[in-house]
């Protein structure tokens, strides 16, 4: 190792970019929790100030909790991000495993084929979608949500995924044959395990769109036993009048579930790494 | 119990043909090594073997039974894989039971069986360990453990010591020796190297390019290589190819082992100048230019006083010549 790796202009340099990079992404985040916190007049003459005994207010959150059914709003958002979140990652997974351990006829062409969606929103079929919706009878259900989620999340999955299964040894799936394991066993037992980083990674990219969807809620599930938590925000967002005390206690509030399955995906994946470093 | 008979093997993948038609028949209790440089297509001869891989024509019988439509598991093989293929989240005892849990094995025959192995492998102390937890040599010695246990007709092995270090190498080659020794199973050994082909095996199967080019005992290939590619492979240094016309012979190539050849400062059939030479205490090899033959090895037993820019007459030992023809087919003598 040369010494210029750690020179200390270096270090500097590499923390100031990654501080203001920090910065920059948490800054509106912070600005919605801080304020959410102030009475409305407070918001208005000094946004950027941090709650003060004087014009600190929860009424945001009162008015929040108090109106609509908040809990089963983020009870709807929970079960369709979760529930899309663990179909993607299975089925995934299992596509990806195909696409790098079988060799069939048109397996590149398969794959580039359910790689397409990467490039092409899957809003552009919102038309055909809510008619496919109203013909099955699932429009205002959360299963409509879930289907369109699931859908939009594969493509990006089986492309990471299966590039890293390519990596998984073959020496090792051998072995298990040998010794008898299914082809399921092999999936769930050797390779799901070493493909654990790559399943995080895809994990937080698929969850992150969902959880903030408005689009879709919209469209397909607008009743009031249907709403997720974005589009239960709304309410507070008039023509006229905009309630910000609530709209922000209500996107602060949106923040903390999201956060929770961040951090647990995080450790999975600093996890994932470390374990292969000391290997 | 464990003979193995291939006929007219061959595969392709997509428009390679990596296999072009593979006889071979190979005895009970027999230590063969398939040995060939890197790309022939060894490990897909043994993947074929194995049941992990279909051969794209021709039949694999095993005891006399054909075994084409038999899985891994069912056809009384075990495989130890040159990257240990351990799994990572069992630990060495479970290691080496899963298979026989799989093929539904009573759990006091598997306790037993992980014993026997354990002791013979000296892994007692690490039964309980993670593969993460062990060294290269421990975790080949599991891998080797977990066949020992399936008490296989066959043992396939595939450069099980390439991943290891020199020393190791000797060490888990004579522990592979005393096991075949011991169990009396046939084994069927992969390796691109010679050395441990010629240590190990009762009958080596040389592989060039999907072909066969010979098989026989080590001392056979040693001493009646069939070609020039046989010829090359076998032996370290190489053996020196000369063009017969140089030598006004009637072969196309003429070729001698560098240790058939004898030098002296003063007389003898080709005088040469020293290039370089390999002082390596048990033996001396001298890379000389002569005259007469081009640039030859010569290897000289103990140690030998040459330095570079020395003039040296080297005199093959005519008995133990080869010549090839147009082809690189040996004539015989
Ligand atoms: N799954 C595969 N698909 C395509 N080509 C392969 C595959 N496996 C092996 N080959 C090719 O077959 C040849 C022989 O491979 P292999 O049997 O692994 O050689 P060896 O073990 O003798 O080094 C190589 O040229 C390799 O590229
Ligand atoms: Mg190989």
New binding site residues.
């Given amino acids: 190792m040369s010494t210029a790796t750690h020179s200390p202009a270096r270090t500097f340099a590499a923390h100031a970019v990654l501080i203001a990079y920090t910065a920059i992404a948490l800054f509106p985040v912070l600005l919605i929790v801080i304020n959410s916190f102030k009475s409305r007049n407070a918001i208005f003459r000094s946004p950027l100030a941090l709650p003060t005994p004087e014009n600190f207010d929860l009424i945001g959150y009162a008015t929040v909790l108090k109106q609509g059914d908040f809990f089963l709003y983020f009870q709807n958002s929970l079960i369709v991000t979760v529930v899309s979140l663990f179909l993607v990652l299975l089925f995934g997974a299992m596509a990806a495993f195909a696409l790098s351990e079988y060799?069939f006829k048109g397996n590149t062409l398969m794959g580039l084929y359910l790689a397409l969606g990467i490039m092409i929103p899957i809003r552009l079929g919102t038309v055909a979608i809510l008619q496919l919706m109203v013909a099955s009878g699932l429009v205002n259900t959360l299963t409509a949500l879930i289907l369109v989620y699931t859908a939009q999340g594969l493509p990006l999955a089986v492309f990471i995924l299966s590039e890293f299964m390519k990596q998984v040894s073959d020496d090792l799936k051998n072995a298990g044959r040998i010794d008898g394991l299914s082809e399921y066993r092999i999936f769930f037992r050797l390779v799901l395990p070493l493909v654990r980083p790559a399943m995080a990674t895809v994990a937080v990219f698929t969850m992150i769109p969902i959880w903030n969807d408005l689009w879709f809620p919209l469209i397909l599930a607008p009743s009031e036993e249907t709403k997720t938590v974005t589009l239960g925000a709304q309410i507070f967002i008039g023509q006229y009048v905009t309630n910000w005390n609530a709209v922000l206690a209500a996107l602060s509030l949106a923040i903390l579930p999201v956060l929770v399955l961040y951090v647990i995906f995080s450790r999975q994946l600093i996890r994932g790494i470390t374990s292969g470093a000391v290997k | 119990m464990g003979s193995l008979s291939i006929q007219n093997v061959k595969k392709s993948?997509?428009k390679?043909d990596?296999l072009k038609g593979i006889d071979l028949d190979v005895k009970d209790g027999e230590f063969v090594v398939f040995v060939?440089?890197?790309?022939?297509?060894?490990?897909?001869?043994?993947?074929i073997i194995a049941g992990l891989e279909d051969a794209t024509s021709g039949t694999v019988q095993i005891d006399g039974k054909p075994v084409n439509d038999v899985p891994p598991a069912k056809r009384g093989i075990a495989m130890v894989f040159q990257t240990y293929a351990l799994y990572p989240h069992l630990t060495v005892k479970n290691n080496m039971g899963l298979g026989l849990k799989q093929a539904g094995e009573a759990a006091a025959e598997i306790e037993r069986r992980i014993g026997v192995a354990s002791t013979m492998l000296s892994l007692e102390p690490y039964l309980e360990r993670r593969p993460a937890e062990l060294s290269g040599g421990q975790r080949q010695r599991v891998a080797i453990g977990r066949a020992v246990v399936r008490e296989p007709k066959l043992f396939l092995f595939?450069?099980p010591l390439s991943n290891l270090d020199a020393a190791l190498r000797v060490n888990t080659r004579l522990e592979i020796a005393e096991l075949h020794r011991r169990l009396g199973a046939t084994m069927i050994y992969?390796t691109?190297d010679q050395v441990e082909a010629m240590t190990l095996a009762d009958k080596i199967v040389v592989?060039n390019a999907?072909r066969i080019e010979q098989v026989g005992a080590p001392m056979e290939l040693y001493n009646n290589p069939a070609n020039t590619f046989v010829a090359g492979f076998i032996g370290s240094p190489k053996m020196n190819f000369i063009d017969g016309a140089r030598l006004g012979d009637t072969a196309k190539t003429i070729g001698v082992r560098p240790e058939h050849i004898l030098v002296d400062p003063n007389k003898g059939d080709w005088k040469g100048v020293v290039i370089h030479a390999e002082h390596l205490g048990a033996d001396t090899n001298l890379y000389l230019d002569t005259e007469k033959a081009g640039r030859i090895t010569v290897r000289l037993f103990g140690e030998y006083a040459a330095e570079p820019g020395t003039t040296l007459y080297a005199t093959p030992v005519n008995a133990r010549t080869y010549r090839f023809d147009e082809a690189g087919r040996a004539i015989a003598r």
């Fill in positions: 060799r | 993948f997509g390679v990596v060939g440089p890197s790309g022939c297509g060894k490990s897909t001869l043994l993947r595939d450069e992969v691109h592989l999907g």
